[in-house]
């Protein structure tokens, strides 16, 4: 034998070790390629790429989850489970696989399977938010609105802006609410919560007139009940019953002295009915108790500007355009600030101010044109949604 020659059991087995690397590259190669065909939509031939690399290498757990996906995504849901089980079977804590086992038992309206699978995903992985949203979207298919919200209210805590779990958490919450109010009604028709209930859902309404009927009748049960009389009031503003509204607010702070919110608002509508000094003196008495209610710097402004305190108007309507206010009120600063800045004899910043107030504006109706326009336009609502293009419910 040459000395360089190498014994035969020596060649086969550098040669095994060269084809089993060979074999790794190639299956790897493959799953690469099939992955890629799969996010550019080529299903099938990212089903073939995912089928032939499990042929090649029947435990690849991750092979199986892609082929699921790729069958999900065809419609094909009883091969997607199958293929989805084999991969949680080979690796059990593989992320993902009871995520999209409970999405495919959740089109085949599975429901009580979908929630198996998706609690051991939000288990095994607490953070992942959509897991979370597909576990409250199968409770609430399942009839369980409590179960829907607590999922939905962590996917929201995950995820704050994602519309879909913010649309779905709302869904569970009016259920769960619903169902209370249902509830309430069978133990006790006739309870001034009932009243109060159907008074609120009345003002959501703006039924302004029913929700004074549903607080007084409220009232009649419970008269000295914190809390009643400041709804009325706000019901009897709205419906611009002015002395109502007072003297529903006097009524709330003899109920409830510590009624912040009853003292401001009636610091505000004294103001709007030209009352600037008492007005003025109720709102601070509420700031000194809860600073940073919402446009005190407005309302105080308006009230300075009235009892002719314009420099001092200024400084608080000035404040009030910089704050994160509602459109309306940064409108009004903005306006009111102009006039003060005339009386001031500030002619420049005056016709900044009124400038600026006239650009809100056409901002305003340039943006309810193009609602308008886009309501106009919109597809019939019996028109066919397309197919969904994501995992998430829609």
């Known amino acids: 034998m040459s000395r360089f020659a190498l014994p035969v059991g020596l060649l086969l087995l550098v040669f095994c070790r060269q084809s089993l690397g060979q074999e790794r590259r190639s299956v790897s190669d493959k799953f690469r390629e099939a992955t890629e065909a799969m996010r550019a939509g080529r299903l099938d031939e990212a089903a073939d790429g995912f089928a ?34 084999k991969a949680i079977t080979l690796k059990p804590h593989l992320r ?26 939000t288990a095994a992985y607490p953070k992942d938010a959509n897991a979370w949203m597909w576990l409250g979207v199968a409770e609430l298919v399942n009839e369980q609105p409590e179960l829907a919200a607590d999922a939905l209210d962590k996917a929201a805590k995950l995820a704050p802006d994602d519309i879909d779990i913010l ?64 709804e009325l009031a706000g019901e009897y503003h709205a419906a611009a019953r002015i002395p109502e509204a007072e003297a529903a607010y006097r ?42 209610l919402a446009d005190s710097d407005y309302h105080l402004g308006r009230a300075e500007m009235m ?51 006239q650009k809100l504006k056409d901002a305003e109706a340039a943006d309810l044109q193009q609602t308008l326009s886009k309501y106009k336009t919109k597809k019939p609502t019996n028109a066919p949604e397309p197919p969904p293009t994501s995992d998430k419910p829609r």
């Open 52 to 85: 032939s690399v499990i042929k090649v290498s029947p435990t690849f757990a991750e092979a199986f989850l892609n082929l699921g996906l790729v069958r999900s995504e065809q419609g094909r849901n009883e091969e997607a489970i199958a293929n989805i089980e």
């Open 96 to 121: 993902g696989a009871n995520l999209f086992l409970g999405v495919a038992e959740f089109r085949l309206n599975r429901a009580d399977k979908a929630v198996t699978a998706l609690n051991k995903e």
């Open 167 to 230: 649309y779905h958490r709302g869904r569970a919450h009016l259920l769960v609410s619903k169902n209370s109010y249902e509830k309430m009604f069978k133990v006790d028709p006739h309870s001034w919560r009932v009243h109060q209930v159907l008074g609120q859902m009345a003002a959501e309404a703006e039924r302004h007139e029913d929700a004074i009927a549903q607080y007084l009748a409220a009232i009649k049960l419970a008269p000295t009940q914190p809390g009643l009389h400041e």
């Open 251 to 292: 009524q709330e702070l003899e109920n409830d002295p510590h009624n912040v919110n009853a003292r401001y608002k009636l610091g505000i509508l004294l103001v709007e009915i030209h009352d600037p000094a008492q007005g003025k003196s109720l709102i601070e008495a509420a700031l000194r108790e809860k600073p940073g």
């Open 307 to 357: 009892l002719g305190n314009d420099t001092v108007a200024a400084e608080y309507l000035k404040r009030a355009t910089t704050e994160d206010s509602d459109l309306e009120i940064m409108q009004q600063a903005w306006y009111q600030l102009g006039i003060v800045y005339r009386r001031l004899r500030r002619a420049e910043e005056a016709q900044q101010a009124m400038a600026t107030f």
